[in-house]
């Protein structure tokens, strides 16, 4: 197996502000594929055998998260949990963030104890180009429209669903945003 899946999960105290950033956040993880395709040789090895995803998992409690602050393998997981306050991610663009939690996640995954770590956070470090910032925003929103025509939505189904789906992510975008 080889990691090709780095994922953001975020676990803050307000329920609605997990929803907004769940919706909004996401899909970084689809769109970070891209970069990890070309370093596959470099995310292989017997220290990775049967790992295909890396986990940042972002706690505002600490009692939610398991040994905080230390690398661990989980199952097919590399995995990393940190407590912090996620309530600022509330004030930027999800694009914004993105960047910030990659740096993050790059300096992170340097001190991981697996050698194909490397390789991850040297793609993480790797700032947005224009390009890259063009090709992710699109995967930074809720509904995307290309997923869903990959799951089989097209025409007026597809037009409901964006239209269902979008109003449904206003209440807990609007709510997070507010809360404070």
């Not at 899946?5 to 891209?34: C, I, K, N, S």
């Not at 505002?60 to 995995?79: G, I, V, Y």
């Not at 001190?111 to 180009?129: F, G, I, R, T, Y």
Request: proline share 7%; glycine share 4%.
């Amino acid at each position: 197996m080889t990691i090709s899946d780095v994922r953001f999960y975020f676990y803050p105290r307000r329920q609605r502000l997990e929803r907004y950033l769940t919706m909004t956040h996401w899909g970084f993880a689809e769109w970070f594929t891209r970069r990890l395709k070309p370093l596959r040789e470099q995310l292989r090895g017997p220290e990775a055998k049967g790992v295909d995803i890396v986990n940042f998992m972002l706690h505002e409690r600490e009692k939610q998260a398991w040994r905080p602050d230390e690398w661990h393998r989980r199952l097919n997981t590399f995995e990393f949990s940190f407590v912090c306050d996620l309530s600022p991610l509330r004030d930027q663009t999800p694009l914004e963030n993105i960047q910030k939690l990659m740096r993050f996640g790059a300096t992170i995954a340097a001190q991981a104890p697996w050698p194909q770590m490397q390789a991850v956070s040297a793609a993480l470090a790797a700032p947005l180009d224009d390009n890259d910032r063009a090709t992710l925003v699109p995967y930074l929103t809720w509904p995307r429209e290309a997923t869903l025509r990959k799951l089989g939505y097209e025409g007026e189904r597809l037009a409901l669903f964006i239209e269902n789906a979008r109003e449904e992510a206003r209440g807990p975008m609007r709510e997070a945003r507010c809360a404070r």
